[in-house]
């Protein structure tokens, strides 16, 4: 079964540029998640979606940043404009509905450099 | 509010040690469950192990096995003859209804070197 797939790997910007990550769900999933991942600050959740619908966006960092989730097979997290402090790992992950709280499954991340 | 500490920055053994990583968690939910997961050099997350707040007994997977105490808030990871292979980051992370649900709160992680 192919995993949580991310893209792009790597991205290298310029500061005020605009930044879209994009993420693909392990399908079958209902839950999708953002992270962030710094030395500084760890893993951060960012937002997350259950049903395409956004449930928490209490992390995202500040208004440059967005996410949506158009269908359940999709969904992207846009940064504008970019600023060198949102170079990080971002990840995507997704898990199932169920009784109990199903594992995350992460893809391979984007590492962001923002110069 | 929800907490996950591994007080454990870095640890190094050499091959075939024994090691034990620990994790201890807060939260005022009585039903929660504990993560583990691995990221290997290459930078990804692997998921190891669930476990809720129901179920305390100890699970063994192989060389893996976790040690999980509600009195002691604590959900420890062990690895039995550790091997090169073993050497990641290893984080922790607790999952409450009062938390959001499925939002998962991670530990800082726990770098782990296992050298020849």
């Known amino acids: 079964d192919a995993g949580v797939i991310q893209s792009p790997r790597h991205e290298v910007t310029e500061m005020g540029q605009e930044v879209t990550l994009r993420c693909k769900p392990i399908?079958?999933?209902?839950?999708l998640f953002w992270y962030r991942q710094t030395m500084m600050r760890g893993l951060e959740l960012l937002i997350y979606?259950?049903?395409?619908?956004?449930?928490?966006d209490s992390g995202m960092p500040e208004d440059r940043f967005s996410a949506k989730m158009p269908n359940a097979s999709f969904s992207t997290l846009k940064i504008q404009p970019s600023e060198p402090r949102d170079s990080a790992v971002y990840f995507c992950?997704?898990?199932?509905?169920?009784?109990?709280?199903?594992?995350?499954?992460f893809g391979d991340g984007t590492r962001l450099s923002i110069l | 509010a929800q907490k996950v500490t591994q007080a454990q920055t870095e640890i190094s053994v050499v091959e075939k040690e024994d090691v034990t990583l620990d994790c201890v968690y807060e939260?005022?939910?009585?039903?929660?469950?504990l993560f583990w997961y691995k990221q290997p050099p290459s930078g990804e997350l692997v998921f190891l192990i669930r476990?809720?707040?129901?179920?305390?007994q100890n699970e063994i997977s192989g060389r893996y096995s976790w040690n999980f105490q509600k009195s002691t808030s604590s959900f420890n990871f062990t690895i039995t003859a550790s091997q090169v292979v073993d050497s990641a980051v290893y984080f922790c992370?607790?999952?409450?209804?009062?938390?959001?649900?499925?939002?998962?709160?991670f530990g800082t992680g726990t770098q782990l070197k296992v050298e020849l």
């Open positions: 476990r809720n707040s129901f179920d305390e």
């Open positions: 979606f259950n049903n395409n619908v956004p449930i928490d």
């Open positions: 399908s079958g999933h209902d839950y």
């Open positions: 992950a997704s898990s199932r509905a169920g009784q109990v709280n199903q594992p995350q499954h």
């Open positions: 992370a607790l999952s409450a209804r009062g938390g959001g649900g499925n939002k998962l709160t």
């Open positions: 939260t005022r939910d009585t039903t929660y469950y």
